[in-house]
């Protein structure tokens, strides 16, 4: 390695998440953000606009299928660009290795397909930091739990499994990313290692088997659980499996048990706030949390971003190492769903992702964070 390198960089506790899933669908069709956005090749610019919103952090991925042509063999043209932006505009990078996208023809359930992440994952950090560009922080496997839902349950996602196959996908997502994490924990210098996961509430219905409904929700701790070897110990998990809890929370995050595909009105009064979720699972695993995902669609983004920055502030008063609080998607992007153009976060582009500029009333809100939850001022960390 290189004597040279850098040292790993500092996460910020606002972040910038530019969407990069790069999943294929079961009909084949890859979805592919960051070219569509081409951020790929304008990360540069999306970076300094940024800035202006105090996000000197961002949370990036890697598109594994595009860069492991062969097996063991990498072409990096394709992330160049972006590592060669985060060392000359001087952010923190917190990168995905897998953001759902497996290189097309592996074998799913395979010990290959669990060595080949961790070999990737490995060459990827080589490559980063060669290019002055280290990462701040790692995901190995982004949101086990919805990917086994999707691919072992739903049959949407790689392995494209339905019915009863959930657990299965899991348990292999879950050796992928101990292996990863074990593989990068010499080569990241200190950066934490991350989980990305969702942060949902199961609401029970008059009807409901209360069993079913605790099972339900306790699922959502599965594969932090099997990461610690809390659970399915066999699986190799561990104390230092990773740092940070890293939760997704997003408006559909609540719903009915029964009724997944529908959120609870965001003004229903059952919902519960998001401060109390927060402090649930701070004290469960009593580590560091960081909001890895969070965001609403327009016109709803900046009341949603202040409502999480004052439940933020309320969780870190109530004790929560709360070190985080990523905008995702920060940018306008083709949905992964249905690829229609999708106006969010802070960045609004125009119908062909060519033009960007700033929404002025999700910049306000992203201000309102800095201050309401104890950022650093937005001044401090310009450059």
């Given at each position: 390695?290189?004597?040279?390198?850098k040292a790993?960089?500092?996460?910020?506790?606002?972040?910038?998440?530019?969407?990069?899933?790069?999943h294929?669908?079961h009909d084949?069709?890859?979805?592919?953000?960051l070219?569509?956005?081409r951020h790929?090749?304008?990360a540069?610019?999306d970076?300094?606009l940024?800035?202006?919103?105090g996000m000197?952090t961002?949370?990036e991925?890697?598109r594994?299928?595009?860069?492991?042509?062969?097996?063991g063999r990498?072409?990096?043209s394709?992330?160049?660009?972006?590592f060669?932006?985060?060392?000359?505009e001087?952010?923190?990078?917190?990168?995905?290795?897998c953001?759902?996208g497996?290189?097309d023809?592996?074998?799913?359930?395979?010990?290959?397909f669990v060595?080949?992440?961790a070999?990737?994952?490995a060459?990827?950090?080589e490559?980063?930091t060669?290019?002055?560009?280290?990462?701040a922080?790692i995901?190995?496997v982004n949101?086990m739990n919805?990917?086994?839902?999707?691919?072992?349950?739903?049959?949407?996602f790689p392995?494209y499994?339905k019915?009863t196959?959930?657990?299965?996908?899991?348990r292999?997502?879950v050796?992928?990313?101990?292996a990863v994490?074990?593989r990068?924990?010499?080569l990241?210098g200190g950066?934490?290692?991350?989980?990305?996961e969702?942060l949902?509430?199961?609401?029970?219905?008059?009807?409901?088997?209360?069993?079913?409904?605790?099972?339900?929700?306790?699922?959502?701790?599965?594969?932090?659980d099997?990461l610690?070897?809390?659970l399915?110990p066999?699986?190799g998990?561990h104390?230092?499996?990773?740092?940070w809890?890293?939760v997704?929370y997003?408006?559909?995050?609540?719903w009915?048990?029964?009724?997944?595909?529908q959120?609870?009105?965001?003004?229903?009064?059952?919902?519960?706030?998001?401060r109390?979720l927060?402090v649930?699972?701070?004290?469960?695993?009593?580590?560091p949390?960081?909001?890895?995902e969070t965001?609403?669609?327009?016109?709803?983004c900046?009341?949603?971003?202040a409502?999480v920055?004052r439940?933020?502030?309320?969780?870190?008063?109530?004790?929560?190492d709360?070190?985080?609080?990523?905008?995702?998607?920060?940018?306008?992007?083709?949905?992964?769903?249905?690829?229609?153009?999708c106006?969010c976060?802070?960045?609004?582009?125009?119908?062909?992702?060519?033009?960007r500029?700033?929404?002025?009333?999700?910049?306000?809100?992203?201000?309102?964070?800095?201050?309401?939850?104890?950022?650093?001022a937005?001044?401090?960390?310009?450059?």
């Amino acid at each position: 390695m290189n004597a040279f390198r850098k040292a790993a960089p500092r996460p910020g506790f606002l972040v910038g998440g530019f969407e990069c899933a790069s999943h294929a669908w079961h009909d084949g069709v890859r979805v592919d953000p960051l070219g569509v956005t081409r951020h790929d090749v304008m990360a540069a610019g999306d970076y300094r606009l940024i800035a202006r919103a105090g996000m000197r952090t961002v949370r990036e991925g890697l598109r594994w299928q595009r860069i492991e042509v062969e097996p063991g063999r990498y072409d990096w043209s394709s992330a160049i660009p972006m590592f060669e932006a985060i060392a000359e505009e001087g952010v923190a990078a917190i990168w995905d290795i897998c953001h759902w996208g497996i290189p097309d023809g592996i074998d799913f359930f395979s010990d290959s397909f669990v060595a080949r992440m961790a070999d990737f994952g490995a060459a990827a950090v080589e490559e980063m930091t060669r290019r002055g560009a280290p990462p701040a922080g790692i995901v190995p496997v982004n949101e086990m739990n919805f990917w086994a839902w999707a691919g072992g349950l739903k049959g949407y996602f790689p392995p494209y499994l339905k019915d009863t196959h959930g657990d299965a996908v899991k348990r292999q997502l879950v050796r992928a990313y101990l292996a990863v994490a074990q593989r990068l924990r010499p080569l990241i210098g200190g950066a934490p290692i991350i989980t990305c996961e969702p942060l949902v509430v199961v609401h029970a219905t008059p009807e409901a088997d209360p069993f079913r409904v605790a099972a339900e929700q306790e699922g959502m701790y599965q594969a932090w659980d099997m990461l610690l070897g809390r659970l399915a110990p066999e699986l190799g998990g561990h104390d230092g499996a990773f740092d940070w809890v890293g939760v997704n929370y997003y408006p559909h995050n609540q719903w009915e048990i029964g009724h997944e595909m529908q959120m609870l009105a965001e003004d229903d009064p059952r919902r519960i706030p998001l401060r109390e979720l927060l402090v649930r699972v701070h004290d469960r695993y009593r580590m560091p949390l960081m909001i890895t995902e969070t965001g609403d669609e327009e016109p709803g983004c900046a009341p949603w971003m202040a409502m999480v920055g004052r439940e933020a502030a309320a969780a870190r008063e109530a004790g929560v190492d709360l070190r985080g609080i990523c905008l995702y998607p920060v940018m306008d992007y083709p949905g992964w769903a249905d690829r229609r153009h999708c106006p969010c976060g802070v960045i609004e582009t125009d119908a062909d992702y060519r033009e960007r500029r700033l929404r002025p009333h999700v910049l306000a809100a992203l201000r309102g964070i800095a201050q309401e939850a104890g950022a650093v001022a937005l001044t401090q960390d310009a450059r």
